[in-house]
C-alpha cells in the first residue's frame, strides 16, 4: 500500500493533474480515517491505537490504508479494459485459492517434503477463505455468460465456481451459504430485466445464466440439508472449520457499554481487546475459550461503532448508503455490454461484502478487498459515463504551483517514511517470531515484545538456580540479580507501553510470584499489588482471584487461599487449576482426608461434574491412593474425552499401580491433542523403555507434578 500511495503521488506530480470521480461518497470515506485518528489521541494508548505493532487491522493506520485504497481502486479505472484487467485478476487469484484447497485434499499423494510446505489456508482462515470464494461466486454469476470473457476464462471461471461452492457447503458458514443464493437469484432477475430493448422493445439474446441457477440450487441444498452434508464434505476437504469470536449479543453488549462510555468517538481504534477484558460476560468463563483474547466483535462494522463510536459508525452507514444510491442508478444506465457486467458485478461483490461485514469480521485482506471493489465500482461508474469526473490543475498559476508542488513532495515524503517504518516494524515482528526477542526490542517496542523479555529473564532464573548444587556462588548470585531486575524491568515497560492491558499487570504478579515462591523479600506484596491492578483491568477474570490464593499459600494463609479459591471457582466452576491448587492447599494443611469425603460427597449430588471426579483424583493421588485416583479420573474423562489433565494423571495412575500399557495409552492419546508438548513426549519415551517416567526429566519439569503450581497440560 506504501508502495501506492509514494506512486501516485509521484505520478501526479509528473502530470499536474489530480482527477477524481464527483461524487459524495468520497466525502464519508476520506472522513473516516481522520476520526479514527481523533478517536485514537481519545483511547489513553494512542501509539497502540494509531500504529500497534505494524498497523494491523483494527489500528486507525489500518483504516487510513483502507480508505487509500478506495481513492486508488476509483481513480486508477479510466476505461472499460481497466475494470476487465480486476476481473480477471481476481478470477485468477479465486482459481489459485481454489488450487490451494485441492492440494490439501490430494497432498497424500504428493511427495512429503512438499505435503508438509503446504499452509492450511492462505486468507487467515477457514471463514475468511468462504468469504472470498464468496465474493467470486458473486463476480463470477455476473460475468461468465457475456461474450467479451474468453473461453478458457469460463473454463477457469467454470473449475474454481464448483470448488468454491463446494468449499462453501463444507465451511458451514450459513450466512455466506445464503447471501450467495439471493445474489444468485437477485443476478438471475436481474439478467432477465436487460432481455427486452428499453428503445425498441425488441427482444434481445437472453442469457439463461446457468452458473446463476447452479449457485442458487446448491444454496437450496446446502441449506436444506443441514449440518449432515457440511460435516461429510468438511472431513473431504480436511477442514477443520472452528474459528472463534464473541457471539452477536455479546458483541451488541460490548458496543452498548462502549457508548455509555464515549459515545462520539469510542474506546479507540485496536482498543477492543482492553474493553473486552474490563467487561467479558460472566458466561463465557464456563466455555471453552474462556481465557481468548478477542481484538474484535462478531461483526466488522459493529466493531467500528465500538471502537470508533457514533462518528465512526455514521461515516460507514454513509459510505453505504452513497454506494446503494449510485449502484441503483448505474446497474441500469448502460446499454453497452461490457460495461453493464462490469458495474453490476462490481456492486454486487461490494454490496456481498458489505453485507457480510455486519455480520463478521474479516481479516485485513477481506475487508480490503471490500474497499478495493467498492473503489473499482465507483471508477467503473466514471468510465461508463454514469459519474461525471473532476481535475485539479496543480501547475495552473505560479502561486498554487508552489503551494501544490510543496504539499505533494511532503505527502511523497511522508509516504516514502512510512514505508521505512513499516518495513522496519515487520522486521521486528519477524525476529519476534522467529525467536529472537531482543533482535525485536531493539528495533521495535510493544508490550508483548517486553513480556517475552519478561518471560525469558525468569527462565534465565529457573536455569540459574536448578543449576547450582545447594549453594549459589557469587558469580550465580550476580546472574540472578541481573535476570529478576531484566524480569521485573520487561514487564515494567509493557505496562508503561500500555497501561491498560490486564496481560501486562498479570505478567508482572507473575513474576513477583515466581520470586516469592523461591524467598525474596518483598516479593509476595509486590504480587499482590499486581494481581489487584489487573483485577481491575478484567474484574470477572477468574484466574486473578487463584493468583491470589496461591500468594496465600506461599504466605501460609491457607484460609485465605480457599476464600480465594472459591471466588476463582465462582467466576469459572470448571476451573481446573483452581481444583489443582486446591487440592495442594489440602495437602499442605494435612486436610486430605477430610477434604475426600467432601469432594465424594459432592460427586454424589453432581454426579455430571467433570472436574469434581478431577479434584477428588487428585487429591487421592496426593494421598497416595492410586487405584482411587485411577477410578476417579476414569470416570472424568468419561464425562468429558478431551481433559487432557485428567488423562495425565490417569496415565500417572496407572503407571503407579503397574499398568504400564494403559499409561503409555493414556499418554498418546495426550499427544494427539498436545503435540509440542516435550513433557509428554519425554514421559512417553520413557514408558516405552521400561524406565520411570520423569527420567532424564530438566526443570521447570520435576516428578512431582501434583506439587507444581499450574497443572502440566494447558486445558482451556
Same mark, same amino acid.
Given at each position: 500500500?506504501?508502495?501506492?500511495?509514494?506512486?501516485?503521488?509521484?505520478?501526479?506530480?509528473?502530470?499536474?493533474?489530480?482527477?477524481?470521480?464527483?461524487?459524495?461518497?468520497?466525502?464519508?470515506?476520506?472522513?473516516?480515517?481522520?476520526?479514527?485518528?481523533?478517536?485514537?489521541?481519545?483511547?489513553?494508548?494512542?501509539?497502540?491505537?494509531?500504529?500497534?505493532?505494524?498497523?494491523?487491522?483494527?489500528?486507525?493506520?489500518?483504516?487510513?490504508?483502507?480508505?487509500?485504497?478506495?481513492?486508488?481502486?476509483?481513480?486508477?479505472?479510466?476505461?472499460?479494459?481497466?475494470?476487465?484487467?480486476?476481473?480477471?485478476?481476481?478470477?485468477?487469484?479465486?482459481?489459485?485459492?481454489?488450487?490451494?484447497?485441492? !492440494?490439501?485434499?490430494?497432498?497424500?499423494?504428493?511427495?512429503?517434503?512438499?505435503?508438509?510446505?503446504?499452509?492450511?489456508?492462505?486468507?487467515?482462515?477457514?471463514?475468511?477463505?468462504?468469504?472470498?470464494?464468496?465474493?467470486?461466486?458473486?463476480?463470477?454469476?455476473?460475468?461468465?455468460?457475456?461474450?467479451?470473457?474468453?473461453?478458457?476464462?469460463?473454463?477457469?471461471?467454470?473449475?474454481?465456481?464448483?470448488?468454491?461452492?463446494?468449499?462453501?457447503?463444507?465451511?458451514?458458514?450459513?450466512?455466506?451459504?445464503?447471501?450467495?443464493?439471493?445474489?444468485?437469484?437477485?443476478?438471475?432477475?436481474?439478467?432477465?430485466?436487460?432481455?427486452?430493448?428499453?428503445?425498441?422493445?425488441?427482444?434481445?439474446?437472453?442469457?439463461?445464466?446457468?452458473?446463476?441457477?447452479?449457485?442458487?440450487?446448491?444454496?437450496?441444498?446446502?441449506?436444506?440439508?443441514?449440518?449432515?452434508?457440511?460435516?461429510?464434505?468438511?472431513?473431504?476437504?480436511?477442514?477443520?472449520?472452528?474459528?472463534?469470536?464473541?457471539?452477536?449479543?455479546?458483541?451488541?453488549?460490548?458496543?452498548?457499554?462502549?457508548?455509555?462510555?464515549?459515545?462520539?468517538?469510542?474506546?479507540?481504534?485496536?482498543?477492543?481487546?482492553?474493553?473486552?477484558?474490563?467487561?467479558?460476560?460472566?458466561?463465557?468463563?464456563?466455555?471453552?475459550?474462556?481465557?481468548?483474547?478477542?481484538?474484535?466483535?462478531?461483526?466488522?462494522?459493529?466493531?467500528?461503532?465500538?471502537?470508533?463510536?457514533?462518528?465512526?459508525?455514521?461515516?460507514?452507514?454513509?459510505? !453505504?448508503?452513497?454506494?446503494?444510491?449510485?449502484?441503483?442508478?448505474?446497474?441500469?444506465?448502460?446499454?453497452?455490454? +461490457?460495461?453493464?457486467?462490469?458495474?453490476?458485478?462490481?456492486?454486487?461483490?461490494?454490496?456481498?461484502?458489505?453485507?457480510?461485514?455486519?455480520?463478521?469480521?474479516?481479516?485485513?485482506?477481506?475487508?480490503?478487498?471490500?474497499?478495493?471493489?467498492?473503489?473499482?465500482?465507483?471508477?467503473?461508474?466514471?468510465?461508463?459515463?454514469?459519474?461525471?469526473?473532476?481535475?485539479?490543475?496543480?501547475?495552473?498559476?505560479?502561486?498554487?504551483?508552489?503551494?501544490?508542488?510543496?504539499?505533494?513532495?511532503?505527502?511523497?515524503?511522508?509516504?516514502?517514511?512510512?514505508?521505512?517504518?513499516?518495513?522496519?516494524?515487520?522486521?521486528?515482528?519477524?525476529?519476534?517470531?522467529?525467536?529472537?526477542?531482543?533482535?525485536?526490542?531493539?528495533?521495535?517496542?510493544?508490550?508483548?515484545?517486553?513480556?517475552?523479555?519478561?518471560?525469558?529473564?525468569?527462565?534465565?532464573?529457573?536455569?540459574?538456580?536448578?543449576?547450582?548444587?545447594?549453594?549459589?556462588?557469587?558469580?550465580?548470585?550476580?546472574?540472578?540479580?541481573?535476570?529478576?531486575?531484566?524480569?521485573?524491568?520487561?514487564?515494567?515497560?509493557?505496562?508503561?507501553?500500555?497501561?491498560?492491558?490486564?496481560?501486562?499487570?498479570?505478567?508482572?504478579?507473575?513474576?513477583?510470584?515466581?520470586?516469592?515462591?523461591?524467598?525474596?523479600?518483598?516479593?509476595?506484596?509486590?504480587?499482590?499489588?499486581?494481581?489487584?491492578?489487573?483485577?481491575?483491568?478484567?474484574?470477572?477474570?477468574?484466574?486473578?482471584?487463584?493468583?491470589?490464593?496461591?500468594?496465600?499459600?506461599?504466605?501460609?494463609?491457607?484460609?485465605?487461599?480457599?476464600?480465594?479459591?472459591?471466588?476463582?471457582?465462582?467466576?469459572?466452576?470448571?476451573?481446573?487449576?483452581?481444583?489443582?491448587?486446591?487440592?495442594?492447599?489440602?495437602?499442605?494443611?494435612?486436610?486430605?482426608?477430610?477434604?475426600?469425603?467432601?469432594?465424594?460427597?459432592?460427586?454424589?449430588?453432581?454426579?455430571?461434574?467433570?472436574?469434581?471426579?478431577?479434584?477428588?483424583?487428585?487429591?487421592?493421588?496426593?494421598?497416595?491412593?492410586?487405584?482411587?485416583?485411577?477410578?476417579?479420573?476414569?470416570?472424568?474423562?468419561?464425562?468429558?474425552?478431551?481433559?487432557?489433565?485428567?488423562?495425565?494423571?490417569?496415565?500417572?495412575?496407572?503407571?503407579?499401580?503397574?499398568?504400564?500399557?494403559?499409561?503409555?495409552?493414556?499418554?498418546?492419546?495426550?499427544?494427539?491433542?498436545?503435540?509440542?508438548?516435550?513433557?509428554?513426549?519425554?514421559?512417553?519415551?520413557?514408558?516405552?523403555?521400561? +524406565?520411570?517416567?520423569?527420567?532424564?526429566?530438566?526443570?521447570?519439569?520435576?516428578?512431582?507434578?501434583?506439587?507444581?503450581?499450574?497443572?502440566?497440560?494447558?486445558?482451556?
Amino acid at each position: 500500500s506504501v508502495i501506492f500511495i509514494a506512486a501516485f503521488f509521484f505520478s501526479t506530480i509528473s502530470s499536474g493533474k489530480l482527477s477524481f470521480p464527483k461524487s459524495k461518497i468520497l466525502i464519508p470515506v476520506a472522513i473516516f480515517p481522520i476520526l479514527a485518528l481523533v478517536s485514537s489521541y481519545f483511547s489513553g494508548v494512542p501509539i497502540k491505537s494509531i500504529v500497534g505493532e505494524v498497523f494491523e487491522f483494527g489500528t486507525s493506520g489500518s483504516f487510513f490504508i483502507l480508505s487509500l485504497l478506495f481513492f486508488f481502486a476509483s481513480f486508477s479505472v479510466k476505461e472499460a479494459s481497466s475494470g476487465v484487467k480486476a476481473v480477471y485478476a481476481f478470477t485468477f487469484s479465486s482459481a489459485l485459492v481454489a488450487l490451494h484447497l485441492l !492440494l490439501r485434499v490430494f497432498s497424500p499423494f504428493l511427495p512429503a517434503f512438499l505435503a508438509s510446505k503446504i499452509p492450511n489456508f492462505v486468507l487467515g482462515g477457514p471463514m475468511d477463505t468462504a468469504v472470498f470464494l464468496g465474493s467470486f461466486i458473486v463476480l463470477a454469476i455476473s460475468v461468465m455468460n457475456y461474450s467479451w470473457i474468453g473461453k478458457k476464462t469460463k473454463y477457469l471461471m467454470y473449475a474454481a465456481l464448483i470448488v468454491s461452492l463446494i468449499y462453501i457447503g463444507a465451511a458451514g458458514f450459513t450466512l455466506v451459504t445464503v447471501l450467495i443464493g439471493i445474489f444468485a437469484l437477485v443476478h438471475f432477475v436481474y439478467a432477465l430485466s436487460w432481455s427486452v430493448d428499453p428503445l425498441t422493445n425488441n427482444s434481445r439474446k437472453f442469457s439463461s445464466s446457468v452458473p446463476s441457477l447452479l449457485v442458487l440450487v446448491a444454496s437450496v441444498v446446502f441449506i436444506l440439508s443441514g449440518a449432515s452434508l457440511s460435516s461429510y464434505l468438511s472431513q473431504a476437504l480436511k477442514i477443520n472449520v472452528i474459528e472463534i469470536r464473541p457471539n452477536i449479543s455479546s458483541t451488541l453488549d460490548i458496543m452498548a457499554r462502549a457508548m455509555k462510555t464515549n459515545a462520539p468517538l469510542g474506546i479507540g481504534p485496536n482498543m477492543y481487546k482492553e474493553f473486552w477484558d474490563m467487561n467479558r460476560p460472566i458466561e463465557v468463563n464456563n466455555t471453552d475459550f474462556w481465557n481468548t483474547e478477542f481484538g474484535f466483535g462478531s461483526g466488522f462494522i459493529p466493531t467500528v461503532a465500538t471502537t470508533n463510536g457514533v462518528f465512526g459508525l455514521i461515516t460507514i452507514l454513509f459510505m !453505504l448508503g452513497f454506494l446503494l444510491k449510485i449502484g441503483y442508478g448505474a446497474i441500469f444506465s448502460s446499454s453497452e455490454e +461490457k460495461y453493464r457486467t462490469l458495474l453490476s458485478s462490481t456492486f454486487f461483490v461490494s454490496l456481498f461484502l458489505w453485507i457480510v461485514s455486519f455480520a463478521y469480521t474479516g481479516s485485513f485482506s477481506i475487508i480490503a478487498t471490500t474497499f478495493i471493489f467498492s473503489g473499482l465500482f465507483v471508477g467503473i461508474c466514471v468510465a461508463s459515463g454514469y459519474l461525471s469526473v473532476s481535475e485539479i490543475n496543480i501547475f495552473k498559476n505560479p502561486k498554487s504551483n508552489f503551494i501544490s508542488v510543496f504539499v505533494t513532495v511532503v505527502l511523497l515524503i511522508f509516504s516514502i517514511a512510512g514505508g521505512y517504518f513499516v518495513i522496519e516494524r515487520s522486521v521486528a515482528a519477524s525476529l519476534f517470531n522467529s525467536g529472537s526477542v531482543e533482535s525485536a526490542l531493539r528495533i521495535s517496542q510493544t508490550d508483548r515484545y517486553w513480556r517475552a523479555f519478561s518471560e525469558m529473564s525468569l527462565a534465565n532464573i529457573s536455569n540459574i538456580i536448578s543449576g547450582s548444587s545447594g549453594e549459589i556462588t557469587d558469580t550465580q548470585k550476580a546472574q540472578l540479580q541481573g535476570a529478576i531486575s531484566n524480569a521485573v524491568a520487561g514487564v515494567q515497560q509493557a505496562i508503561a507501553w500500555n497501561p491498560k492491558n490486564f496481560d501486562n499487570y498479570f505478567a508482572l504478579g507473575r513474576v513477583y510470584e515466581i520470586l516469592a515462591s523461591n524467598g525474596l523479600e518483598g516479593a509476595a506484596e509486590n504480587a499482590v499489588s499486581a494481581y489487584n491492578q489487573a483485577a481491575t483491568r478484567s474484574p470477572n477474570n477468574p484466574a486473578v482471584p487463584l493468583a491470589l490464593a496461591r500468594i496465600d499459600a506461599i504466605g501460609g494463609k491457607f484460609d485465605a487461599a480457599r476464600e480465594n479459591i472459591n471466588k476463582a471457582l465462582t467466576l469459572k466452576n470448571n476451573y481446573t487449576d483452581a481444583y489443582f491448587t486446591l487440592a495442594q492447599v489440602e495437602a499442605a494443611t494435612n486436610n486430605i482426608n477430610g477434604a475426600i469425603q467432601s469432594v465424594e460427597a459432592a460427586t454424589i449430588l453432581d454426579s455430571q461434574n467433570s472436574s469434581l471426579f478431577f479434584q477428588l483424583g487428585l487429591l487421592k493421588y496426593n494421598n497416595g491412593d492410586f487405584k482411587g485416583a485411577a477410578l476417579a479420573f476414569e470416570r472424568s474423562i468419561a464425562l468429558v474425552p478431551d481433559y487432557a489433565n485428567a488423562r495425565y494423571f490417569l496415565g500417572l495412575s496407572y503407571e503407579r499401580t503397574n499398568r504400564r500399557n494403559d499409561a503409555i495409552v493414556q499418554f498418546e492419546e495426550i499427544q494427539k491433542t498436545n503435540p509440542d508438548n516435550q513433557e509428554v513426549g519425554l514421559i512417553l519415551e520413557n514408558l516405552k523403555a521400561g +524406565k520411570s517416567p520423569f527420567v532424564n526429566a530438566k526443570p521447570p519439569v520435576d516428578s512431582n507434578p501434583e506439587k507444581r503450581i499450574e497443572p502440566p497440560i494447558e486445558d482451556n
